[in-house]
């Protein structure tokens, strides 16, 4: 399968632990986020995403905290399983743009 | 189901060669995008397309081009392939910034310049 991420930080969690993953995003005007997931040999999957004008989000198994204060993102995975193993990235998009920014990704690896 | 569909999955190249890479969605987005990604750095935009004929460089713009003749499909050029071009390159598409909806992400084609 495809590699895509060859030196990226790695979390590596218990199965049925929960997971954190952080994100520091870098523009304050930023007034959208993203976190997608990456499985190997595929694009990008949306996750969940969050406005700046909340600071918490949740989905299915998934929760998207956001302090704007601090400038950080962060993406908590309830009773992780193995099919969570993946690449994770954070998106920001600048105000008023049309485009996402990415961060670098951070790696999961869940363990039986 | 929504499809964002790059046309090669593996792609072998010589230096030097004009290489296109042809990305298609299905689902009359407005906005396309073209990233690279590599080892470590991420995703980096290379240019994206709010509109057809319509384009912004990206952060990366530099040794590439795109085209955008039709609203479907949004073409990634290397006018003059070079090493330094080997990544993977995914192609996404996205409704208008005011809708604030995901971008969806095609497979990646992954470019190797020899």
């Known amino acids: 399968g495809e590699s895509v991420g060859l030196h990226l930080p790695t979390l590596s969690v218990q199965e049925g632990d929960n997971s954190i993953i952080n994100c520091a995003y870098s523009n304050s005007a930023s007034d959208y986020f993203i976190w997608y997931k990456q499985e190997s040999g595929k694009g990008p999957q949306f996750i969940i995403d969050i406005r700046s004008n909340m600071d918490k989000r949740q989905g299915q198994r998934v929760t998207v905290l956001l302090n704007k204060t601090v400038k950080h993102l962060s993406l908590q995975i309830a009773a992780t399983q193995p099919g969570d193993s993946a690449v994770y990235f954070c998106a920001e998009t600048p105000g008023g743009y049309n485009k996402l920014i990415f961060g670098a990704g951070t790696r999961l690896a869940v363990h039986p | 189901d929504v499809k964002v569909t790059q046309s090669s999955r593996y792609l072998v190249k010589r230096t030097g060669e004009k290489v296109f890479l042809e990305c298609v969605q299905d689902?009359?987005?407005?906005?396309m995008f073209w990233y690279r990604q590599d080892p470590g750095l991420g995703l980096r935009l290379i240019y994206f397309?709010?509109?057809?004929?319509?384009?912004e460089k990206g952060d990366i713009p530099e040794g590439y081009s795109v085209s955008r003749e039709k609203k479907e499909r949004f073409s990634l050029i290397l006018e003059s392939a070079s090493t330094n071009q080997t990544s993977m390159y995914l192609c996404?598409?996205?409704?208008?910034?005011?809708?604030?909806?995901?971008?969806?992400f095609g497979q990646g084609t992954r470019l190797t310049v020899v």
């Open positions: 996404a598409s996205s409704l208008p910034p005011v809708m604030n909806t995901e971008a969806f």
């Open positions: 689902m009359d987005h407005e906005n």
């Open positions: 397309s709010y509109d057809v004929k319509m384009k």
